[in-house]
Every structure is written in structure tokens, then in C-alpha cells.
């Protein structure tokens, strides 16, 4: 009907009117998807960021997880851009964008101290590290110049008792021969004596003996020169020898103190090898204790700053959640406002229709009832003037059908009222039934959006939450082990370091060990072939002077303390030659026969 199109095309429909008020609410409520998935986005990028390092080969001193200075410096550039990226990866809204940032910069200068305190107390323990070895090697070189010095006064000491023993000895050989030489002078002097003194008995005894010669005193003369001759190249003999046992015995001496001098410097080597380890070893360990203790701080800084960052998101989703809850009813209380003043207007606009319906209606009737009795309306003028000349029966009874006829029609568009108006109220009923229907739907869904959004955020705030922190606590365990595998091959370069020093401090104290052993045989052995060549030289002057060798080897009883020496320095092949009280050219040392190279 007409009715029904015009209410129809002005009167707001359901879906309209929850489509419309959706739309309202969506642009009244602080509650927007735009928020919504910026707090989505922030989580995201939150605890992306805490987990996404600049740099992660970095050294130990600068902390991988620290947001730089240009990124400070990049949302100092604007402060009051609500939209800038800054500000959505922190989570810091329009409102909060001051303190946010004041607090995120609190934060990053907090960080920045400890690192800075970090390295500061590194450095610290790095040069007092430094200092300490230095001190160290600096005490282990003066231990060693020292034990150096001592050995080579020890062995000037030595040399010096060696060639007081040898001038000694040289005095008594010589005193031992003019002692010999007078006591062989005073017995042909005295042998003589006799001889003139008794010639006859002297010529008798000795007449067998002196066959060849006419003077008896030229034949003792001759036969003491032997014997003199004898004594003194036995004499000469075993004191040579005696000399050569001493220079023997005084070699024996210096090797014995040349490999105690090897052996002390090696176990001194040894023991400052033992400390200078013992030393890289606790320096070593200090450091990585003190980078562990570190990190653990730097991890406990970044847990707490990721935590009161959480904390400040969750405080201000809750204070957004409590004041859209607030609005909630103020809200709801305009768009139903709203809606009444729309309904309201169509209730007015539907009366205007059912005036201008009713209008149409009787017109049509009206129409109607003209159609169907043309002189309806001149009987009807007509018949109050008739009234006084009622003279014609038949013009009376067309009167009364006429007026019949009227009162019909006037029912007629009476019920046509009623039933519009009947109707006006059912639609009237019915507009308001539609209206209260969508006030108590908006009510209800409102409601139901504003809970199930505030559900949803904060679950998506804990998921974000518990990822934050998992991400967070995954890359530092991450950072730990790397520090821990880096400590463990920095303990087994510094373990391989050593093991090389002190090989080759054992290759060199080998080496010098058998240097030396070498060195004392071939000193050893240079004396006995000097001390052979002299006592084959002075056998062969022996034999040119035409004296058995066999008669000039032996003990002398003119030589005090002889009867003690053996005959087998003699035949051990061993001579010497006229200058053998001389020391070797060789014979004095130096820091190569006893020191390490």
C-alpha cells in the first residue's frame, strides 16, 4: 500500500539502525581495531626487539640486547607524533607518549651505566692482570740472573782452588826434585869422600865393577850419575803422574758442579714455569668469572626493564579497559538517545503519512458514493427548502433515500477512520517494538563487544607477554652458552700454550743436558790424551837417555807420600807432555756449558 511504501522508505530498518549505531560506537569508543591491533603489533615488535640484537659477535664489554643511540636519537626527532613507528613499537599511545619515552630512556641510561661500569671494572682487572704478570716475570728474571751469578761465581771459586791446588803442587814437585837433587848430590859427595879415603879397599870391592876404567873415582862418578840420573826421571815420573791425577780429580770436580748448576737452573726453570702457569690460570679464570658475573647482571637488568615494561602495557590496557568501561553507559545512554530521537522523528513522519493516507482514503470514498448516486448532492441542498412545500409525495420518500444514503457513507468513512487509525497504532506499536528491540540489542552487544575485547587483549597481552619473556630468556641462555664455549676454548689455548712452553722449555733442558754430557766426555777425554801424549814423551826422553822405561815406573822411596800412588796411573796408557801443568786452553767455562739456550 501507499502507507507501507512511505513508512517503509523513511522509517529506519533494523539492520540500519545496528549497522549505524555499530559504525557511532565504533568511531565514539577508545576501544579502536586500530588500537586494538597496534597493542598486537607492540607485543609483536616488543618482544621482537628484545630478541633481535644488533651485533651478536660483539665483544663481552657491549651488550647485544641495548637499543643504540640512534635509535634513541630517532624517537627524540618527535616527540609528538602519536603514529610514529617509535612510538607503536613501544607501545606508547597519544597520552603516554611523554612518559613512556621518559621511561624507556630511564631504562637505556640505566643499561648504558652498568655497561660503561662493566668495562671500566674489566679494564681495571685486565691491567691489574698485567701488572701482576709483569711483576711476576720481572721477579723470575731476577731469580734466574741470580741463580746465574751465583753459579759463575761458584765456578770462579772453583777455578780458583783448582789453580791454587795445581801452583801448589807445581812448588812441591819442585822442592821434592832440588830436595832429590841435594840428597843425590850429598851421597856422591859423601860416596866419594869414602872412596879417597880408602882407595885400596874401595878399588878391591870395586874392581870387578870398574874392568874398563883406570880411575875407581870416574867409575862411582859415573855409577852415581846413573843413579841420580834414575831417581830423578822416577822422581819426575810420579810426581807427572801425581799432577795428572790432580788436574783428573779437578775436572771430575768441575763437571760435578757443572751438572749441579744444569740441575738447579732446571728446577728452577721448572718451578717458574709452574708459576707463571699457576698465574695465567687464575688470571684466566678471574676474567671469566668476573664476564659470567657480568652477563648474569646484564641478563637480570634486561629481565627486570622487560618486566616494567610489560608491567607499564598492562597498566595501561587496564586503565583504558576501566575507562571504556566508564563511557560504556554514557555511551549507550546517546546512541539510545539517538535512536528515541530517531524514532521519535519516523513516529512523526508516520502520523504526517497516516493524515495525508486518511485524506486519500475519504477522497476515494467519497468518489465513490458520488459515483454511485449522482443527485446526492442536490436533494440534499434541496430538500430543507422543499420542507414548507411538501405537496408532491414522491420528491418526500427521494428526500429520505437520499438521507439514508448519507448516513450510510458517513458510517462508511467513520469506519474507514477507525480502521486507520486502528492501524496507525499497530504501526505505531510496532515502530516502537522495533526501536526498544534495537536499544536492548545495542545494550546487550555492546556490552558483549566491550568484554569480549577486553578478554581478548588481555590474553593476547599475556601470550605476548610469555613470548616476550621466553624469546628474552632463550637468547640470553643462547648468550651464556656462547660465553661458555668461548671460556672453554680460551682455557684450551691457554692449556695448549703452556703444554708448548713447557715442551719446549723440557726440549731445551734435554738438549742442553746432553750438550753438557758431550762436552764433560770431550773434555775428559782431551785430558787423557794429553796426559798420554806427555807420558809417552817422557818415555821416549826417558828411553833416550838410555834408561829402561820399566825401571823409572813405580813408587819412589825418596818421594814422601809416593808409596801410596799405584803403579796403574802408568800403564793406563796416559802421558803427558812437558807443558801438561798447564790448564787446558779450553778448561774455563762458560754460561753455555751450564745455562739453558
Given amino acids: 500500500t501507499i502507507s507501507e511504501t512511505v513508512v517503509s522508505s523513511v522509517t529506519p530498518t533494523k539492520s540500519d539502525l545496528i549497522k549505524g549505531e555499530t559504525e557511532s560506537f565504533s568511531r565514539f569508543s577508545t576501544t579502536s581495531h586500530n588500537d586494538s591491533g597496534m597493542i598486537t603489533e607492540t607485543s609483536r615488535i616488543a618482544s621482537v626487539e628484545i630478541n633481535s640484537p644488533a651485533d651478536t659477535s660483539t665483544s663481552v664489554g657491549h651488550f647485544a640486547t641495548l637499543k643504540t643511540t640512534q635509535m634513541m636519537r630517532g624517537l627524540s626527532l618527535e616527540p609528538d607524533a602519536s603514529n610514529s613507528a617509535a612510538a607503536v613499537a613501544l607501545g606508547f599511545t597519544q597520552q603516554g607518549y611523554g612518559r613512556g619515552m621518559a621511561n624507556w630512556r630511564d631504562q637505556m641510561n640505566e643499561l648504558k651505566r652498568l655497561r660503561n661500569q662493566h668495562n671500566k671494572h674489566l679494564k681495571q682487572v685486565e691491567d691489574k692482570n698485567k701488572v701482576e704478570e709483569e711483576s711476576l716475570k720481572s721477579r723470575l728474571n731476577r731469580d734466574y740472573e741470580a741463580t746465574k751469578l751465583a753459579m759463575r761465581k761458584e765456578f770462579m771459586r772453583l777455578e780458583e782452588i783448582h789453580a791454587a791446588e795445581i801452583e801448589k803442587e807445581r812448588k812441591r814437585a819442585m822442592s821434592v826434585e832440588s830436595k832429590l837433587a841435594r840428597q843425590l848430590e850429598t851421597e856422591t859427595k859423601s860416596e866419594l869422600k869414602s872412596a879417597k879415603k880408602s882407595p885400596l879397599g874401595s878399588f878391591s870391592s870395586h874392581d870387578s865393577d870398574s874392568s874398563g876404567h883406570s880411575n875407581p873415582l870416574e867409575a862411582i862418578r859415573k855409577r852415581r850419575h846413573d843413579v841420580s840420573t834414575l831417581e830423578t826421571r822416577k822422581t819426575k815420573r810420579l810426581l807427572l803422574t801425581q799432577l795428572q791425577d790432580i788436574e783428573m780429580e779437578q775436572l771430575r770436580q768441575y763437571i760435578r758442579l757443572q751438572q749441579k748448576a744444569a740441575e738447579e737452573i732446571t728446577s728452577l726453570l721448572l718451578r717458574q714455569h709452574t708459576e707463571l702457569e699457576n698465574l695465567e690460570i687464575n688470571q684466566l679464570k678471574r676474567i671469566q668469572d668476573l664476564r659470567i658475573n657480568q652477563l648474569q647482571s646484564q641478563h637480570e637488568a634486561e629481565m627486570e626493564n622487560l618486566h616494567q615494561y610489560f608491567k607499564r602495557i598492562e597498566v595501561g590496557l587496564q586503565k583504558r579497559h576501566c575507562e571504556e568501561t566508564k563511557n560504556l553507559p554514557k555511551y549507550l545512554k546517546q546512541k539510545e538517545l539517538q535512536i528515541r530521537k530517531q524514532f521519535r522523528d519516523a513516529a512523526r513522519i508516520q502520523k504526517k503519512q497516516f493524515k495525508l493516507l486518511r485524506e486519500e482514503r475519504l477522497k476515494a470514498a467519497r468518489r465513490t458514493s458520488e459515483l454511485g448516486s449522482s443527485p446526492f448532492s442536490g436533494a440534499s441542498e434541496s430538500c430543507p427548502s422543499s420542507g414548507l412545500i411538501s405537496s408532491n409525495p414522491n420528491n418526500c420518500s427521494d428526500s429520505v433515500d437520499l438521507q439514508g444514503q448519507f448516513v450510510i457513507h458517513l458510517q ?66 643462547k648468550q651464556r652458552r656462547d660465553m661458555l664455549k668461548q671460556h672453554q676454548r680460551q682455557r684450551e689455548d691457554l692449556e695448549n700454550r703452556i703444554r708448548a712452553r713447557k715442551e719446549s722449555l723440557e726440549a731445551a733442558m734435554k738438549k742442553n743436558a746432553e750438550s753438557t754430557k758431550e762436552e764433560s766426555r770431550r773434555k775428559t777425554r782431551r785430558l787423557m790424551e794429553r796426559h798420554a801424549e806427555a807420558l809417552r814423551a817422557f818415555d821416549i826422553e826417558t828411553a833416550n837417555l838410555g834408561i829402561d822405561n820399566a825401571a823409572v815406573v813405580g813408587a819412589s822411596a825418596r818421594v814422601p807420600g809416593s808409596s801410596g800412588v799405584s803403579g796403574g796411573s802408568s800403564s793406563s796408557s796416559t802421558s803427558f807432555s812437558s807443558s801438561s801443568g798447564q790448564r787446558p786452553s779450553d778448561w774455563r767455562h762458560s754460561r753455555a756449558e751450564f745455562l739453558p739456550s
Fill in 412 to 477: 462508511d468513512e467513520r469506519q474507514i477512520l477507525e480502521n486507520l487509525k486502528l492501524e496507525e497504532k499497530r504501526k505505531q506499536a510496532d515502530l516502537e517494538a522495533q526501536y526498544n528491540k534495537s536499544i536492548s540489542e545495542l545494550h546487550e552487544r555492546q556490552n558483549d563487544k566491550v568484554e569480549t575485547t577486553h578478554a581478548r587483549e588481555n590474553k593476547e597481552f599475556k601470550e605476548s607477554r610469555l613470548e616476550g619473556v621466553k624469546i628474552l630468556s632463550n637468547f640470553q641462555e
